[in-house]
Antibody, heavy 124, light 108 residues
Framework: QLQLQESGPGLVKPSETLSLTCTVS??????????WGWIRQPPGKGLEWIGS???????YFNPSLKSRVTISVDTSKNQFSLKLSSVTTADTAIYYC????????????????WGQGTLVTVSS | SSELTQDPAVSVALGQTVRITCQGD??????ASWYQQKSGQAPVLVIY???DRPSGIPDRFSGSSSGNTASLTITGAQAEDEADYYC???????????FGGGTKLTVL
C-alpha cells in the first residue's frame, strides 16, 4: 500500500521560506506514470493546488504562486519537496502531498493517494 | 487558467439521492475527479474518469458529465456521507490542476 508522509517545520516566520518534504513508501517515485503534487488548505477553506513534479524533473505550478514556489524530487530517497518563499500569514494552511495518476492523453487525471497533511502556521 | 464552480452547500434526506455539480470550461476537455473530505481528515478520492471508483468506495457514488458540468451523485445517501466534496481537473491549458470551491453536504 502506497503511503505518503509530509514533514517539516510547523511554524515559519513571515518573509521566510517554508520547506516541506514528502516521503513516499510502498512504491517508487521513479515511475513515468505519475506526477507528485502539493495541495494546501487554509483553515476553514477549500483545497488549492500548489504544483506538481514528474520524477524526470518536469514541473507545473499554480500561476498565482509560481514566482514563490520550488518543487524538487530526490529519487534516491524516494522524496519530493516544496519550498515557498516570502511567506505571509495568508500561507498558513494544512499542506498535503499527493500522487497524481493520469491516462496517456491526460484527459483522465486524479490524485489517488494523499498524505495526512501537516499544518504550517506563519507567525512571528 | 480556468475555474471550477460548485454550490457551497447541499442537503439531502437520509436514504435519498443527491447530485453535486461542478461547472467549468475545462470539464469539456478533461474528466473531473471527486474527493470526499470529512472533518479533520485528508481528502479521499471517490470518483475519477468517466465513472470509476477506487477500491473500497461504495457503489452508491457515481459520476457523470455533460457539456461544461460534471456531477457526483450519491444514490441512497448515508449519514457517513456527510462531508465536504471537491471536484478537480486540469485547466484549459492542460498545464495546471484546479479544484472547485467545495460543496458541504448535510445528510438530514
Amino acid at each position: 500500500q502506497l503511503q505518503l508522509q509530509e514533514s517539516g517545520p510547523g511554524l515559519v516566520k513571515p518573509s521566510e521560506t517554508l520547506s516541506l518534504t514528502c516521503t513516499v513508501s510502498g512504491g517508487s517515485i521513479s515511475s513515468s506514470s505519475y506526477y507528485w503534487g502539493w495541495i494546501r488548505q487554509p483553515p476553514g477553506k477549500g483545497l488549492e493546488w500548489i504544483g506538481s513534479i514528474h520524477y524526470s524533473g518536469s514541473t507545473y505550478f499554480n500561476p498565482s504562486l509560481k514566482s514563490r514556489v520550488t518543487i524538487s524530487v530526490d529519487t534516491s530517497k524516494n522524496q519530493f519537496s516544496l519550498k515557498l518563499s516570502s511567506v505571509t500569514t495568508a500561507d498558513t494552511a494544512i499542506y498535503y502531498c499527493a500522487r497524481t495518476r493520469e491516462n496517456m492523453v491526460a484527459t483522465i487525471t486524479y490524485f489517488d493517494y494523499w498524505g495526512q497533511g501537516t499544518l504550517v502556521t506563519v507567525s512571528s | 487558467s480556468s475555474e471550477l464552480t460548485q454550490d457551497p452547500a447541499v442537503s439531502v434526506a437520509l436514504g435519498q439521492t443527491v447530485r453535486i455539480t461542478c461547472q467549468g470550461d475545462s470539464v469539456r476537455s478533461y474528466y473531473a475527479s471527486w474527493y470526499q473530505q470529512k472533518s479533520g481528515q485528508a481528502p479521499v478520492l471517490v470518483i475519477y474518469g468517466k465513472n470509476d471508483r477506487p477500491s473500497g468506495i461504495p457503489d452508491r457514488f457515481s459520476g457523470s458529465s455533460s457539456g461544461n458540468t460534471a456531477s457526483l451523485t450519491i444514490t441512497g445517501a448515508q449519514a457517513e456521507d456527510e462531508a465536504d466534496y471537491y471536484c478537480n481537473s486540469r485547466d484549459n491549458s492542460g498545464n495546471h490542476w484546479v479544484f472547485g470551491g467545495g460543496t458541504k453536504l448535510t445528510v438530514l
